[in-house]
Nanobody
Framework: QGQLVESGGGLVQPGGSLRLSCAAS????????MGWYRQAPGKQRELVAG???????VYAHSVKGRFTISRDNAKNTLYLRMNNLKPEDTAVYYC?????????????WGQGTQVTVSS
């Protein structure tokens, strides 16, 4: 079994920055794709950014140029640097990963971390 734990959320003023982290632990042997999703009240969960094991990234149009996704494979940790935050970025942010425990493929979600952008 693998576990994903997010941290780094909080309250920030418009134009501010935050960095989210997602630490993967447990019986994980290999992590393939990882990503950040978010869900605002009354809205569906949406992909914010994704990254493959080789480093290829993808971003939602709304965050391109403001957010940067990265990963430290040695630490099994995923990051999301968020700059120039806007009120519409307010949401619960979730980490997602596709990984192996031994030879068994699996996927999982973190518990979420709240990001609130408000003056």
């Amino acid at each position: 079994q693998g576990q994903l734990v997010e941290s780094g959320g909080g309250l920030v003023q418009p134009g501010g920055s935050l960095r989210l982290s997602c630490a993967a632990s447990g019986s994980i042997t290999i992590i393939n794709e990882m990503g950040w999703y978010r869900q605002a009240p009354g809205k569906q969960r949406e992909l914010v950014a994704g990254i493959r094991s080789g480093g290829t990234t993808v971003y939602a149009h709304s965050v391109k140029g403001r957010f940067t996704i990265s990963r430290d494979n040695a630490k099994n940790t995923l990051y999301l640097r968020m700059n120039n935050l806007k009120p519409e970025d307010t949401a619960v942010y979730y980490c997602n990963a596709y990984y192996y425990t031994g030879y068994v493929p699996s996927s999982g979600w973190g518990q979420g971390t709240q990001v609130t952008v408000s003056s």
